[in-house]
Antibody, heavy 121, light 108 residues
């Protein structure tokens, strides 16, 4: 059974930093592209970042480029999101998401339960 | 970036009704379109991929159609357990993915 378990969400002040983690199990982690997707009540679902199966390629939404860094440790079956220079508009539920096909991007077939990040003074 | 426009934003229908949701892309995305269901307090769940393919285990009352810029998601006979918000998502413009604004489905 595929499981994605996010952690690390807390309340942080504007300008602060945070690292989210996602522990994956139930599939061959290093075969799959992985994503972070966030959700806010006002803006719905927003794709944040993606990383290739080997970590060699990463891409970001314009709203987080230069502030967030996605990474993975295939030896630990783990995905990460380092979030710096946080803004109030980064407040959201952050989901760790798996792609459906090995090494092919676009169809998101498993989602974690999410971890809540609140940016507030 | 490709914009995805979903309509309606919400709807109310009776059990057994046929429900239709539309999603329009700002440019041609071929069939690179998925549909997700999100129940309250839960993560989104993949229902339809590549515009019309039913994900394994998803009831056959759900279906999708369309290509290019115009897509349709249909529930042939609405059930109480289908109360949720439904989202479309394009993946033509990789690596960036974009979602529609969502359609909240309620029982009348």
């Amino acid at each position: 059974e595929v499981q994605l378990v996010e952690s690390g969400g807390v309340v942080v002040q504007p300008g602060g930093s945070l690292r989210l983690s996602c522990a994956a199990s139930g599939f061959t982690f290093d075969d799959y592209i992985m994503h972070w997707v966030r959700q806010t009540p006002g803006k719905g679902l927003e794709w944040v970042s993606v990383i290739s199966w080997d970590g060699g390629s990463t891409y970001y939404a314009d709203s987080v480029k230069g502030r967030f860094t996605i990474s993975r440790d295939n030896s630990k079956n783990s995905l990460y999101l380092q979030m710096n220079s946080l803004r109030t508009e980064d407040t959201a539920l952050y989901y760790c998401v798996k792609d459906r096909y090995p090494r092919v991007q676009g169809v998101l077939d498993y989602w974690g339960q999410g971890t809540l990040v609140t940016v507030s003074s | 970036d490709i914009q995805m426009t979903q309509s309606p934003s919400s709807l109310s229908a009776s059990v057994g009704d046929r429900v239709t949701i539309t999603c329009q892309a700002s440019q041609d995305i071929s069939n690179f379109l998925n549909w997700y269901q999100q129940k309250p307090g839960k993560a989104p769940k993949l229902l339809i991929y590549d515009a019309s393919n039913l994900e394994t285990g998803v009831p056959s009352r759900f279906s999708g159609s369309g290509s290019g810029t115009d897509f349709t998601f249909t529930i042939s006979s609405l059930q109480p357990e289908d109360i949720a918000t439904y989202y479309c998502q394009q993946y033509d413009n990789l690596p960036r993915l974009t979602f529609g604004g969502g359609t909240k489905v309620e029982i009348k």
